[in-house]
């Protein structure tokens, strides 16, 4: 990291041509100007690359960087975040767009607040036309000292994971196993970043969210969600929610959490596995 870098935006992209020119362009307008646009494509074979270093080429901040074959989805954001170098960090979805005041507003919480680790602004919903779109706000409070009441409010809530897309602080996400090759792994993430820190809101909206096929994995069918995971072997990914559930105990067993903050995550998490315990037993019938 160089110290004297403020932010960077890491965006992990595969055949977002369509998309690309107006998202690069929202981050590039941004209030806040010191920052770098590391763009890391996934072996893309539309016209992305000539895109994305046009731009490149035409503003110093964007470095573009392309994998020589596609690594998977989970395994393309990891390496999006780990080419930059700024203090504070944001993952940037090839078909998003962003309020030209989103890293001004979510810096300025973090410089102020030192136990903030991810400040979350509203995201917006939409399909074409963000000034069409649904404004989605999480029900939970994650800004508080408790750290296993952090975790347990953020696992039994959390829906589309609109809290990913906020901005972090980077030396903290690094202590994390960051995105796991597992399918929905990236809610495990965000639970282990959060024992580590608050979480603020910010009730602006400042991210706009795509929510087409093409954008959202939440539309693609169980075959394509592997493929995009893992393009080499797209066959069936067993035990998912097996993998899932053991993580989460290995999350519990590396975080920064007191002896009685410890035997109380794994209470929950206990708990958390008998209310799963179907769902686990099929996993196990089916294979």
Known sequence: MTADLRVSIGMPVYNG???????????????????ELVICDNASTDGTEALCREFAARDSRVRYERNAENIG????????????R?????????????????VERCVTVL??????????????????DPAQGEDARDAFDLDTDDAVGRFERYTL????????HGLYRSE?????????????????????LILHG??????????????????????????????????????????QEWRRALDYYGIAFRAPLSPSQRIRLLAFLSRRALWMRQTLFEELVNG
């Open 17 to 35: 041509e369509k998309w690309l020119p107006a998202t690069i362009r929202s981050v590039l307008a941004q209030t806040f100007r010191d920052f």
């Open 73 to 84: 989805l989970a395994n393309n954001f990891n390496r999006a975040f780990q080419l930059t």
């Open 86 to 102: 700024g203090a504070y960090f944001k993952w940037m979805c090839c078909g998003d767009l962003l309020d030209p005041a989103f």
């Open 111 to 128: 410089d102020g607040r030192p136990e903030v680790v991810l400040v979350d602004p509203v995201t917006r919903l939409f399909t074409d």
């Open 157 to 164: 809530g959390a829906k589309l994971n609109n809290i990913m």
């Open 172 to 192: 903290v996400l690094r202590r994390t196993k960051l995105y796991r090759t597992f399918l929905a792994a990236d809610y495990n993430m965000i639970a282990e």
């Open 198 to 239: 608050r979480v603020a809101r910010l009730d602006e909206v400042l991210n706009f969210r795509r929510m087409r096929p093409e954008t959202a994995t939440k539309f693609l069918s169980a075959h394509e969600q592997r493929s995009m995971y893992r393009p080499k072997s797209p066959g069936r990914m067993r035990y």
